[in-house]
């Protein structure tokens, strides 16, 4: 039992998980930074766009993530911004982490198995990073960290071909 969840351990793709993190920090910042009046839609966008470079080797027509990101992204928003009372602020993570993990759920669908998670895993890490642990770069790390942690195990699990 020891043994076998030291080889997961070591099996782990850990340069993947890595620059996930690192891509979903750099995008946060730099869609924060450069566009500090719509900064919230920056960042996610710009989080998605970093992580659309990881994936370019890791799932057929990549783009797709980028474009369902930065739709997810924006519906969450516009909830967000425009249907959360002003004392719910503490449920925009788990909308924005609804939203956008839903979008992206649906290019992961047809490719992976069990990707009903990612939406879990999106929420939690949305909710995380700008609640738990907020701070421009802690979100970054933290969404990307547990999003990262998600992904890396779903793609060890594609779906048959034919499916």
């Known amino acids: ?44 966008i ?4 970093m992580q659309w ?6 799932i057929s027509q990549p783009v ?3 474009w369902s990101t ?9 909830v967000v911004l425009f249907g959360l009372p002003a004392e719910l602020d503490m449920f925009s993570g788990v909308i924005l982490g609804l939203a956008v993990g839903t979008a992206q759920w649906i290019i992961l669908r047809n490719e992976l198995q069990w990707t009903g998670w990612w939406v879990v895993f999106s929420i939690m890490a949305w909710t995380t990073g700008l609640h738990l642990l907020p701070g421009l770069l802690m979100t970054g790390i933290s969404a990307g960290g547990l999003t990262g942690l998600a992904l890396e195990i779903l793609m060890r699990n594609p779906k048959p071909a034919g499916h």
Do not use: E, H, K, N
């Open 53 to 58: 470079l990881i994936l370019q080797q890791r």
């Open 1 to 44: 039992m020891v043994r076998s969840l030291f080889l997961r351990i070591l099996s782990f793709d850990w340069a993947f998980w890595f620059l996930w993190v690192m891509a979903t920090t750099l995008g946060w910042l730099l869609g924060w930074l450069l566009l500090p009046g719509i900064a919230l839609l920056a960042a996610g």
């Open 46 to 49: 710009g989080a998605g766009f």
């Open 64 to 66: 797709r993530w980028f």
């Open 70 to 78: 930065a739709a997810g992204w924006g519906v969450g928003c516009l």
